[in-house]
């Protein structure tokens, strides 16, 4: 027994539970991370669906749906799609990322950033992140690009591995928007288009401007566990009309329009979002700017109940955005590294789920031979985050 160490830590873990508690109250049962929450007419609209038969690939909510995404996005067009994987995949694809290329992007998300790159034959190259965004960092960027780049007529390319760098992909983590300004402004430098991973980011704000509709083009998730769900699902957004069309086309087996003939012009995907799911998907945007207060709501309670706390603090977006709130990140202090598995456990015993952040990408086994920049920053905040119960209803009627 290292007695010492565990006294020591063992008063924080307490306190850290006590904290939690005062927010969310004593639960007799189990407190889930993030919660699909059902609130509005989304009985009516799947039954509709089920009465019509309207239940698969076309129907009347996959328009309303994307019509709806696209103005909630700031953006001229909505393409809506299985799921967010799918929609950064066809994203990358139509800002023409090819086999061979590299793809800038964060190792502190989630897997599927990564793999929509692998999917279409390129090559994930890691970046670091910000402390002030917990996202992908524009000065780790510009010294990255400034290492190994060359712009050449033909494109930009990284001189150690000789592969042509073919987009940048910020993601806006737990909902928190990255410094997207300073991002674009390295990037049009080099001449790279900028993909948003909004997966996570619905109803967040940077500037008074939505996310995904920042870049070029960007990707949103509805799965289960993101701030509005489809079951599962996800849209692609942007205001270029060539990008929307061909994301469109190639998201439902690039078949050319016609009355009865099967000609497609390239190899597809079927990635269309079922009707079923899209009369989900128009129930829940309807609800989203309920679910942004009660979030917000959920994270003034964490911060006033961590105030004065000296083993961790509340993450808080920068002054110029708004996070939608998607998940609430604690922070220890660097002093209390140690004691984050033993927060953790107590934590998931109280009954409050709480995990860590994902896996570093670069150190994940399947990745571990990426090209990557200095990581210092997330291999940093990777022994610090503890993401609490996040959902909604918690910060209703209050
Ligand atoms: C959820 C998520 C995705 C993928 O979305 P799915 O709908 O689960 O395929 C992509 N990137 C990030 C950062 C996510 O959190």
Redesign the pocket.
């Known amino acids: 027994m290292t007695e010492s160490i565990s006294a020591g830590s063992d008063a924080t873990v307490q306190e850290i539970v006590a904290r939690v508690r005062a927010v969310i109250g004593q639960e007799s049962g189990f407190v889930p991370l993030h919660e699909p929450e059902f609130h509005g007419e989304e009985w009516a609209l799947v039954k509709d669906c089920i009465d019509s038969g309207w239940v698969s690939s076309v129907g009347k909510y996959v328009d309303q749906f994307e019509t709806e995404i696209a103005r909630i996005s700031g953006a001229k067009y909505g393409v809506a799609v299985v799921?967010?994987?799918a929609a950064?995949e066809i994203c990358l694809k139509v800002v023409g990322v090819e086999r061979e290329d590299e793809v800038l992007m964060p190792s502190l998300?989630?897997v599927?950033?990564a793999n929509a790159a692998s999917h279409l034959g390129a090559v994930p190259h890691f970046i670091d992140c910000s402390y002030k965004t917990l996202g992908l960092s524009a000065e780790a960027l510009e010294l990255r690009l400034a290492q190994i780049a060359e712009l050449r007529p033909e494109g930009t390319f990284n001189l150690e591995t000789g592969r042509r760098i073919s987009a940048i992909v910020p993601?806006h983590a737990f909902g928190v928007p990255v410094d997207i300004d300073d991002i674009l402004a390295v990037a049009e430098r080099y001449n790279i288009p900028v993909i948003e991973?909004a997966?996570?980011s619905l109803g967040s704000t940077y500037k008074g401007k939505p996310c995904g509709g920042l870049g070029r083009i960007g990707a949103i998730?509805?799965?289960g566990n993101?701030i509005l769900t489809t079951g599962?699902g996800?849209a692609i957004v942007t205001n270029d009309e060539a990008l929307a069309k061909r994301a469109k086309h190639l998201t439902t087996t690039a078949k050319i329009p016609h009355k009865w003939a099967f000609e497609h012009d390239e190899i597809g995907y079927n990635y269309r979002m079922p009707n079923i799911n899209a009369a989900l998907g128009v129930a829940q945007l309807r609800q989203l700017n309920v679910r942004l207060e009660q979030k917000q709501n959920l994270f003034s309670k964490y911060v006033a109940a961590f105030a004065g706390c000296e083993a961790a603090r509340v993450f808080e977006a920068p002054d110029h955005t708004s996070s939608n709130n998607w998940l609430i990140a604690l922070i220890l202090d660097a002093s209390e590294i140690v004691s984050r598995d033993a927060v953790l456990t107590a934590l998931n015993d109280a009954g409050y789920m709480s995990r860590p952040i994902w896996n570093l990408l670069h150190r994940q086994k399947i990745y571990e031979a990426c090209p990557h920049g200095d990581l210092s920053v997330c291999e940093d905040l990777e022994k610090r985050i503890i993401n609490v119960p996040s959902s909604a209803k918690l910060g209703a009627n209050s």
């Open positions: 799921n967010g994987t950064l998300t989630f599927a950033t993601m991973d997966a996570e998730s509805f799965n993101k599962g996800g």
